[in-house]
């Protein structure tokens, strides 16, 4: 057990898809079901573990084949009330919500727990009348949408999934990114410690990523969000400014090489520099617990080769 760890100091496992049950579409592929699992075996086990994610409401699409034999793909609403959600709310009775800053506006998340056995999911819910109608569909759909859309629903996980905690008071002393997806989670910590102790962007680092887990399971491009840097920039540059990080020094923590302009942002690469353990996974070899440069960093190395070889934004579908 790792020391500090508790019910209101827990680990707190953020991910953009968990696979719990059929009925509740919010996965793709192995890594839903990998994160599914993870709480699964918290609860079996007893270990003061959280879940962070978003709450879908149409979730992943279904897939058919149609007369001409060409496969078909629909999305279809998910009830919510026939789900095992409970809405999360203040000591007055009413509905808990963070706000997250988008591209100059305010996003609000309402907030919703599912149980899974004794742990704890925790899902951030846009689609709430006090936000515009893009913004309510920000948690629409699982992988839908452009790179814009995709980078907002990242902000929302990392950003406003740390939010959450903080507002439900539940401090964790670890946070596992699974995937770059919740990469932002790290810039978040780091704005909070230098918020509450006048601390750098540097001194504030340092902790926060020997408290930090990352996860990769497709260490190739396809599996890499990449975003053009021009879009990162308008999206989180008054976020960072606000950091003390220019232009410049945000795109860097993206990038295999910073001073490279031509080189895409990537999450994986925000996720691998502001974490102190990573892990990946490779089917024909299990396992990987690697530090970038060690002897066990393929999967690190490979996702900067990736990342300095793609020189377009693009973003993946997880399967």
Known sequence: MIDGLSATEPVAYFSLEFALTESLPTYSGGLGVLAGDHLKSASDLGLPLVGVGLLYHEGYFHQHLGPDGWQREDYRVIDLAEQPLAPIVDALGSRLTVAVPIDGRTVTAQLWRLDVGKVPLFLLDTDIPTNGESDRQLTGRLYGGDSEMRIQQEMVLGIGGVR??????????????????????????????????????????????????????????????????????????????????????????????????????????????LSGFRTAFRSSTGWFRSGCGSRHGPPCRSIKSRSKRSQTGSTCRRG
Do not use: Q
């Open 164 to 273: 959450a905690l903080r507002a439900m008071g539940v401090d964790p002393a670890v946070c596992h990114m699974n995937e770059g997806h919740s990469a932002l989670l790290g810039m978040e910590r780091i704005r909070t410690l230098m918020t509450e102790h006048g601390a750098t962007f540097a001194e504030a680092r340092l902790p926060v990523s020997s408290a930090t887990t990352f996860t990769t399971h497709t260490a190739v491009a396809a599996g890499i969000d990449l975003f053009p840097p021009d879009l990162v920039a308008r999206h989180l540059g008054e976020y960072a400014a606000g950091m003390g990080l220019d232009r410049g020094a945000l795109i860097g923590l993206g990038r295999t090489n910073p001073g490279d302009d031509t080189e895409p942002f990537s999450m994986a690469m925000l996720g691998l520099r």
